[in-house]
């Protein structure tokens, strides 16, 4: 498990890596889960987290609720008491446990999405209900963590990350780290909003952006992408 220490002293664990990356947010005596992986990694989730020793978590953040972010968000907050944050226009799929399908922003990966209706009723989560809906944002300095919640849609409605200690940014699928080349994701239901997101994490001090999907990326990679985009 990759841990990256924040200038506050956070450890902030990547819990699973692969199909969807997993991460606990923790300064040893409160701790904050985002996302949740898919269904069947629910198993492997529980057990990291107990190999962690945790048996309690404050609150599960959700960048948003496609299934393979959201599918045990309700196990988590069941069995870990969580209190789960979701943005408000993510908030009727996660209740009801549909999934919304993003457009493909590549012609393969809009010809793919234009299929997936088929099989969206194979990616039903589990319906969880929310603790706290956000809007633009929400402070988690009450909790005892210099970090925040932040709106940044464009994937899908209601996508948000998390900044922590105005150094680290875990932008869910506003950006993908599985290419050397970009950090242009195959997917995003509003391509204009997806970069006005970027514009806004570019604006915090953040220096490192860690996706859902794939490796963390470096500030200046996303600047030389948003760049190359906007000179076509």
Known sequence: MKIWNTRSGYDLIQVLAGRSNVFLLTDRQNNILIDTSIRLAWNKLDRRLKNLG????????LTHSHFDHAANA???????RAKVIIQANEAQFLTSGINHIPAGTGNFTRTLMNM????????????????ILIESGYDLKPAGFNAYVMYTPGHSPGSSSLII??????????????????????FADDIHETFESWRKLLETKCTLFIPSHGKEIKRER?????ADLYKK
């Open 54 to 61: 945790i048996e309690n978590i404050d609150y599960l953040i």
């Open 74 to 80: 309700f196990s988590i907050r069941e069995k870990y």
């Open 116 to 131: 997936a209706g088929y099989i969206a009723p194979l990616m039903r989560n589990k319906p969880c209900n929310y603790d």
């Open 165 to 186: 200690d105005d150094e680290i940014a875990l932008v869910g699928d506003c950006m993908i780290g599985s290419f050397k080349s970009t950090v242009f994701p195959p």
């Open 222 to 226: 996303v600047e030389k992408t948003l």
